[in-house]
């Protein structure tokens, strides 16, 4: 699948659902495609269970945090560490715009996930994920998605 019908389809499947959430398989889907399954030891199980206890698999999730950080986007990466929202410090270490995060092409995300994930010690880095998906097991997440 290229990049372009990929993005045609989330587009399609975010236009889809209305209030900018993807459906489980469907993220699945993009996960495998950008070769998420078995990334830094992770499976789609793990990433899907971030995307639901973080973003509640709403691509444009925004929350403020009481430090005046923001996260955003399906895996609530957060401004002050990974991205630039142009209205908190910030270090960038993902090198793009928070904006950028919300897309529902979702590769801006998904890049930026792999970049914590590979050098900040995992998804640990997700309170939620240590708390809700760490250690358990997760195979039910990938019930019914057919990747084929």
Known sequence: MTSRLLISLVSCLVAAHQASLVSRCDLAKVLHQEDLDGFEGYSLSDWLCLAFVEGDFNITKVNEN??????????????????????????NICQVECQELLSPSLLSIINCAKKIVSIAGGMKNWVRWRLHCAGRPLSYWMTGCHLG
């Not at 955003?72 to 908190?88: M, P």
């Open 66 to 91: 009481t430090d005046g950080s923001f996260d955003y986007g399906i895996f609530q990466i957060n401004s002050h560490y990974w991205c630039n929202d142009y209205r908190s410090h910030t270090e």
